[in-house]
């Protein structure tokens, strides 16, 4: 790839990117800010898991929301990446089955109007060597409702199955992994700066 082609490529990405930004729901964001504001209120958990990259993007989000919505004289939000425990993550999957990975976490910890978020490329839809991807994640939001809590879904393509099992459903609309991901950290920052903000001010 020429010098030239090379700009133009990367001019096309981010061509690319702005185009698929004007199409996020922006109520969509909005009513996952009002969720984790009200489990800030009540002093509810919020968890958050992925696999593969979504997995990083998960353990960002949860550090975001204990450290940049801290305002001081307020009490913080509560929050785990459920995929940060290396030796737990392989006990249960040893012991347990990939599948289960976080639902026996959540069984141990989660209660009745906590959070969970959950992130994901395809949403959980598709398959490849292992089988279908993602059924940790769908096994996770399920259970999570089943005890009255509230979910939240980071997709894109066409946002999967997620999208039907989620309170509250993020679709990046696009059918590529790297622009999908890149704004998936996007939105946790600015979930995270708009929940400040709200903290701030309440």
């Known amino acids: 790839?020429?010098?030239?082609?090379?700009?133009?490529?990367?001019?096309?990405?981010?061509?690319?990117?702005?185009k698929i930004t004007k199409l996020i729901d922006v109520d969509a964001v909005e009513k996952a800010v009002e969720l984790l504001f009200n489990a800030w209120k009540k002093g509810n958990h919020v968890y958050t898991c992925g696999n593969g990259g979504s997995a990083s993007t998960a353990t960002h989000f949860a550090c975001d929301l204990v450290k940049t919505t801290a305002v001081a004289g307020k009490r913080g939000i509560k929050s785990e990446c459920l995929n940060d425990n290396v030796p737990l993550v392989l006990a249960l999957i040893n012991d347990d089955g990939f599948d289960n990975l976080f639902i026996e976490q959540l069984k141990t910890k989660a209660q009745e109007g906590d959070i969970l978020i959950c992130i994901s490329v395809h949403g959980g839809s598709g398959r490849d060597k292992a089988g279908?991807?993602?059924?940790?994640?769908?096994?996770?939001?399920?259970?999570?409702?089943?005890?009255?809590?509230?979910?939240?879904?980071l997709s894109g393509f066409d946002g999967g199955t997620m999208k039907e099992i989620a309170d509250v459903s993020i679709i990046v609309p696009a059918n590529s992994t790297p622009q999908v991901e890149s704004l998936h950290l996007v939105l946790e920052h600015l979930i995270c700066d708009c929940l400040r903000q709200k903290i701030m001010t309440s």
């Open 1 to 18: 790839m020429g010098k030239m082609d090379s700009q133009q490529y990367i001019q096309n990405y981010l061509t690319e990117t702005r």
């Open 132 to 153: 279908l991807w993602s059924q940790n994640l769908l096994r996770a939001m399920s259970y999570m409702q089943e005890i009255g809590g509230k979910t939240i879904a």
